[in-house]
Structure formats: structure tokens, C-alpha cells
């Protein structure tokens, strides 16, 4: 092995070959290499007889030696003393390895370059570890960059806002850089910016390593959503804190369910209690009705017996228990209205005659101050109830409102039919579902309270001065309309009035008809056994025009999309004489179906239901040939009357 020493050195010789762990090497002037120790055989795989008299650029993978750079290394160190870098070199067997270089120039004592002293180093692990730091860096960023459902972004030690992530664009709405620089109180209420929640959480954050809360947080467009946040917080090898990661996510969704659901078993809680309180009040009046027909049977018997004898104490002695046992025995009656015990006649009833002939029983008895109006509707659907006790249920809420508005106001009492689907009947439980008619009883009074509104139905809960009510009024109605299979429910706030809406279930029998009004008599009816195929994929439009088309003695199918529809079209056994569909719908448009339904069937007649001015259907501001249309909104003798005109054309 060859190495240059200064004479008389051996012990520099001896010294540089046992270095192992480094290639030290020289090289001459125009960079060959002129000596060569035991780590330049380690490290590069040539034995000192295959280096030696080579140009060091073996050592330079291709691509650099395209580029120069063994050429421009040298010049470097002739021109400067030294260069150093680092970079990919090739071993003798072809691998490379990542090289830490140094180059120092070797002059004589005139100043002449005689050479270069070469110092490599193999840190191929160093490198390996580096690249693989900044590959995890890398992925750790990319995969927060697409997390989209998650604000996830990094705190200074102050709370100021330093990283962004666009699921933190998405759910706050600042781009970074609104945001960056900023302190992180700004997604804060003003609620809890007077209470120093944001200083609390940091400050829970950096003693206990991690503050978790969910609460109300600001968008920038200042609108609310509620946030899971989590801030953990970020330490260095000393253990001191140089920031936060802050996680948030929306869970408004989340939230607005819970509070539907914490609703509605709140429903279930009042309802249950009333239906406990009824039994128990049902019971106790049952009970104490026999014993009341007892005590009036012996006042009765003692009022006869003493005609004749005692004095006018006794006699009026006996009229005011007999009276009193009367007021208890009408008292009992109504417990038995709210526990759903009493006896009822239930007849199919029409609601617009029945109001009709109420409206100027109930001007007479609230007087001038209170003005009352009626409110029907044309194709009000029947129900089956108790005539006598649905008077008194309106007169009672009558008298309730007209003392909710002593200097006087306006009572109103309406009558609309009503779909209750699932989600209606979800979110109140005690409603089936189906169809129902609305009885509702307004008025501008005082209103309710909270509080009061939750008790309003208890049996002898009264907001009114002792002696002045019995407090059983409103548990009377609740009771008659739940024996009646309907539901009813109290909307009121303090100072906005008060609305009570009583759901009777449609009467399907076949009780006395309506008398038509004279907007009824301009819907003309269809034949009973002319069958109309409905196509709507909106599923309340779609039950409402079926039930229009139905009280017009139409047989009705209906189908919520076009590929439902077609499936009908294709059964031989199941006669249809038109289509009426929507013509926006996903998938299959209805200008589609309704050539796709012809193809089917040449003989349907077809009219089409539309929202746009411009569709499948309408083409440079003109309806296609041969196309029916009707545009939304469509009026109920509209609809009877287009579909009459279709199905009478020859």
C-alpha cells in the first residue's frame, strides 16, 4: 500500500492506514491518484494497484461526469484551497453510496500546486435516515392536506395560528393567509371570549398535555357550527413548549340530531306522564262518580222527605250540597274527558258546515272585542268525531283565548288537511303515520311561557286566580282529542298569541258528503275507473297530487322515478289512461319516459308537470309539439281541469 509521508514519518504512514472508516487519499495536479490507504479499499472496492494512476472521476457517477464535476471540484479547491459537497459515488462493483467529500489543495513552499489531499466519507445511513425524515415529513403533510373533514393546524407557543390545513379552510372559511399570524380566539363565541375559554384551553392544554371540549365556534362569514376540538400540546427534547396541535371537526349534524332526539324523548317523557296522571285521575273520578250518585240520590231522598217539615235553613242547607255534589259531579266529568273514559258518538263530520254555523255562536258569546274568523277549504277531508264534545272543545279553547287577550283581538279557527310522513311522525311520536285534518285555534294574546305551555295540559293547572278556573279546561281537549285517535299540540310565546292544533284522522267511511262550494262545483271529476300513473321523485308533491286526483274519483299509481314508472308500464294487467310525470328528475328525465312510455304503450296519453321556464320539454322559449304541460304551482282545478281536457280528446 502506497501512501505519501513527509521522510522519516513512518508512524503519518501507519497512521492513515489504519484508518478504516474514511478513503484518505492523494492525488496529483491534474487529479490521478497518487497513494491510497486501507479505508479507500474499504470503502470504494479497489486494492491500491487498480486506484493508483487513475483520475479520480471513477469515483463520479455518469451523469456528474457529463456535467464537469470532477473537472470543476478541482478547480474549486486549486482556486479556493478547498471544496467539499456531497453526493452520490460509484464502488468497483457499480453500487453508489452517498459520499461526504473534501478536497484540499497541496502546494510547495513556493506556492505551486503539487496536488490534492481527498478525504471521503461513506454516510449513505446518515442520508438514508435524512431522506426517510423528509419522506415521512412529506407524507405527514400530504396526508393532512387531504384530510378535508378535519381543521387540523399548529398553535405558537401564544396561541397564534401557524399551519392551515384545507379541511380547515373548509370548516372555518379563512384561507392560510387570513388566517396565519392570527390568534386562535377568533373561531371563539363572544360568549366565550368574555369568559376566557380560549385561554383556559391553552393553559389546560400546556399543564396537562391535551384540553378536549366541544362547544358553538365562528366561521369567518360569522355564521355557528358546533366543534369537537382537541389541543395537544408539542414539546421539544428539553421538554419546554413550542406550540399546539389543534384538531377540530363540525358536528353540527351530530348535534342537531341529539337535540332532535333529546326532543322528542322529551315528547315521550310529557307524554307518558299525562297518560299516568290520566289513569290515576280517571280512576279517582270513576270511583268517586259512584260515590257522588250516592250522595245526590240521599239529597234528592232528603229533600222529598223534608218538604213538609223543618224549617227554610234546612231546605236551603240541602240546595247548596245538592249543588255542590252537581259541580263536583261535572268536575269528575271532566277528569273523565282527559283520562279518554267518557262515553262519545263519534259521526262522520264536515268541517267546513260545521264551522260555518260556529262562527256567529262564538261572536255572540266573546263579544265586540274579539273578532272571530272561520277558515275552511275547498276539498277538506271528513273526520269522525263527537259533534256535542268538538263544540265544547271550541268553545273552551274560546273562552281560554278571550281571556288571553282582555283588551281585545282576533280568534282564529282554521281547518286544512295534512300528510304526516315518517319523518314528521319521527320527530312527533305520538302521530301515526297518515293523513289527518288540522283543527287549529289561534289567537294574538298574551301567550305562554315555556314553563306554563309544558304544564298546560295537566288536570287542574291554572295560571288564573284562585276561584276563577278549575284548571281542566285544556286537559279536557287534550283528552277528547286523544280518545278521538287525533294528537294535539300548544305553539305559544310570551307576547305572540297562541295556537293549538288539534289532528283528526280522515274519516275513510262513507258518511253524508260536503255540500259543495262554489269553488268545488269548477273541479270536474273523473270516472272512478280511469287510472292516472303519477311520476315525482319529490315524495310530498308526489302524495299531494295523488290525493288531489284521488278526492277527484280518479285511481291513482304513483311512482317516485322513471324506472318505477316504466316497470308499471311493462305489467299487461295494470291499466293506465295517463301519465302525469315531472319532467326534471334524476336519471331519467320525463321527456325521456314519456317516449320511452309510448314506445310501451302508443296509446298513453301523457301530461307533463314542470318548475323551469326552460327544460326538456320547452326549446327556444317554445313547448315541443304535441307536449301537454302544466307549470308549477299548480292549482287543484287547474290540475282537474288539463287532465279532464286530455283524457275527454279524441
Known amino acids: 500500500m502506497k501512501t505519501v509521508a513527509a521522510p522519516g514519518s513512518p508512524s503519518l504512514e501507519l497512521l492513515i492506514n489504519a484508518i478504516v472508516d474514511y478513503a484518505i487519499f492523494m492525488l496529483d495536479a491534474d487529479g490521478v491518484i497518487r497513494s491510497w490507504n486501507k479505508g479507500a479499499e474499504r470503502l470504494k472496492g479497489y486494492a491500491a494497484d487498480e486506484a493508483i494512476g487513475k483520475s479520480f472521476s471513477i469515483f463520479y457517477t455518469p451523469e456528474d461526469r457529463e456535467k464537469d464535476l470532477p473537472i470543476k471540484a478541482l478547480a474549486i479547491a486549486a482556486a479556493t484551497g478547498r471544496f467539499a459537497s456531497e453526493g452520490w459515488r460509484v464502488r468497483k462493483d457499480g453500487s453508489r453510496f452517498w459520499a461526504l467529500v473534501v478536497l484540499d489543495a497541496i502546494r510547495a513552499e513556493g506556492g505551486e500546486l503539487i496536488g490534492f489531499a481527498k478525504v471521503t466519507r461513506d454516510i449513505t445511513e446518515r442520508q438514508q435516515a435524512h431522506d426517510d425524515l423528509v419522506e415521512s415529513e412529506r407524507r405527514y403533510r400530504r396526508l393532512i392536506e387531504a384530510v378535508v373533514d378535519y381543521a387540523i393546524f399548529q398553535l405558537d407557543s401564544s396561541g397564534h395560528v401557524a399551519t392551515w390545513n384545507p379541511g380547515a379552510q373548509r370548516i372555518k372559511g379563512y384561507r392560510p393567509e387570513e388566517i396565519i399570524g392570527r390568534h386562535f380566539s377568533t373561531f371563539y363565541t363572544p360568549e366565550d371570549l368574555d369568559k376566557g375559554v380560549p385561554k383556559a384551553a391553552l393553559a389546560e392544554a400546556a399543564e396537562k398535555g391535551r384540553f378536549e371540549a366541544e362547544g358553538w365556534r365562528m366561521r369567518k362569514d360569522g355564521t355557528r357550527f358546533w366543534a369537537s376540538v382537541v389541543i395537544d400540546r408539542i414539546s421539544d427534547e428539553s421538554g419546554a413548549i413550542v406550540g399546539f396541535a389543534k384538531v377540530t371537526r363540525d358536528l353540527t349534524e351530530r348535534k342537531q340530531a341529539q337535540d332532535e332526539l333529546q326532543r322528542v324523548q322529551e315528547q315521550l317523557v310529557a307524554s307518558q306522564k299525562l297518560e299516568a296522571i290520566g289513569q290515576l285521575s280517571g280512576g279517582i273520578a270513576h270511583d268517586f262518580n259512584n260515590l257522588l250518585m250516592i250522595v245526590l240520590g240521599n239529597l234528592e231522598n232528603a229533600e222529598r222527605s223534608s218538604r213538609n217539615i223543618g224549617g227554610p235553613n234546612l231546605h236551603r242547607a240541602l240546595a247548596n250540597a245538592k ?104 320527530t312527533n311520536p305520538e302521530l301515526t303515520v297518515g293523513q289527518y285534518v288540522v283543527l287549529c285555534v289561534s289567537d294574538t294574546g298574551s301567550g305562554m311561557s315555556p314553563e306554563v305551555r309544558d304544564h298546560a295540559f295537566e288536570p287542574f293547572f291554572t295560571t288564573k286566580e284562585p276561584g276563577q278556573g278549575t284548571g281542566l279546561g285544556l286537559s279536557q281537549v287534550y283528552g277528547f282529542v286523544k ?134 320539454v320547452v326549446h327556444h322559449g317554445r313547448l315541443d309539439e304535441g307536449v301537454d304541460l302544466l307549470e308549477k304551482p299548480i292549482t287543484q282545478a287547474r290540475l282537474a281541469l288539463k287532465v279532464r281536457e286530455i283524457l275527454d280528446r279524441n
Do not use: C
Open 323 to 426: 249543588r255542590g255534589a252537581q259541580r263536583a259531579a261535572a268536575l269528575t266529568s271532566r277528569l273523565l274527558a282527559f283520562s279518554r273514559r267518557q262515553a262519545l258518538d263519534p259521526k262522520p263530520i264536515n268541517l267546513n258546515s260545521f264551522l260555518n254555523g260556529l262562527q256567529e255562536f262564538l261572536q255572540r258569546t266573546l263579544g265586540e272585542r274579539i273578532e272571530v274568523q272561520t277558515v275552511g277549504g275547498a276539498g277538506l277531508w271528513q273526520i269522525e268525531a263527537d259533534v256535542n264534545h268538538l263544540e265544547s272543545t271550541i268553545v273552551n279553547l274560546a273562552i281560554n283565548a278571550r281571556d288571553a287577550m282582555p283588551n281585545g283581538g282576533k280568534l282564529t279557527i282554521e281547518a286544512t288537511n295534512v300528510s304526516a310522513d315518517e319523518d314528521y311522525s319521527r
Open 483 to 616: 280518545q278521538s285517535g287525533g294528537h294535539v299540540k300548544i305553539y305559544s310565546e310570551v307576547g305572540e298569541g297562541t295556537s293549538i292544533r288539534m289532528y283528526f284522522p280522515r274519516y275513510a267511511g262513507n258518511g253524508p258528503q260536503p255540500a259543495l262550494s262554489d269553488d268545488d262545483e269548477r273541479i270536474l271529476e273523473g270516472a272512478s275507473v280511469e287510472t292516472i300513473l303519477v311520476v315525482e321523485d319529490d315524495p310530498d308533491l308526489r302524495g299531494y297530487v295523488s290525493e288531489v286526483l284521488r278526492d277527484l274519483n280518479y285511481r291513482v299509481l304513483s311512482a317516485g322515478s322513471a324506472q318505477a314508472a316504466l316497470t308499471i308500464l311493462l305489467q299487461d294487467n295494470q291499466p293506465v289512461d295517463l301519465l302525469l310525470t315531472d319532467v326534471v328528475m334524476p336519471g331519467i328525465n320525463g321527456r325521456e319516459l314519456g317516449r320511452r312510455s309510448q314506445e310501451i304503450r302508443p296509446d298513453l296519453r301523457i301530461l307533463y308537470m314542470t318548475g323551469y321556464s326552460r327544460n326538456a
